[in-house]
């Protein structure tokens, strides 16, 4: 996926990358690009790193829903790409919290963009992590009717 390397809020999140082994220098730089953000695909792009540095499931899911709403109503291809990812995180958040029906929702809306996926490890990885938790809820959800 392509991203501007010149956009203040892209530099923000590098830089909020570069410091992950440090959560709160990450957080810091990572809602100083959400603070700076100013249209939908810099809002999209904040959100998406501000909810990898979340504590808690649920603010991790809100962080989540906001990087995929925003990026929804992006009209560029290379956005498109990014989709897959924003659901697999979706889908695990809700795995996590043990509602699996949403997660296989999730998931399976993942599935739908794979296409749009470059044929790399990295893209093999989003697509591997959708399908493997469209079997785990799946399993779970029988699980839980047979019980």
Not at 4 to 21: P, T
Not at 117 to 126: A, C, V
Request: glycine share 6%; charged share 30%.
């Amino acid at each position: 996926m392509f991203f501007d390397s010149e956009n203040h809020v892209v530099k923000l999140c590098a830089k909020g990358i570069e410091l992950e082994g440090e959560p709160e220098k990450a957080s810091y730089y990572y809602r100083k690009a959400w603070d700076a953000a100013v249209n939908n695909e810099e809002r999209f792009i904040a959100a998406h790193y501000v909810a990898r540095i979340q504590d808690t499931i649920f603010e991790k899911v809100k962080w989540d829903q906001i990087a995929l709403n925003e990026a929804l109503t992006i009209d560029k291809e290379y956005v498109k790409a990014a989709f897959p990812s924003l659901y697999l995180n979706l889908g695990k958040c809700y795995e996590d919290m043990a509602d699996f029906k949403m997660a296989m929702e999730y998931y399976e809306q993942g599935l739908t963009f794979s296409n749009y996926l470059n044929d790399d490890g990295y893209s093999k990885m989003i697509k591997a992590g959708l399908e493997a938790g469209v079997q785990r809820a799946r399993s779970k959800m029988e699980v839980g009717r047979n019980q």
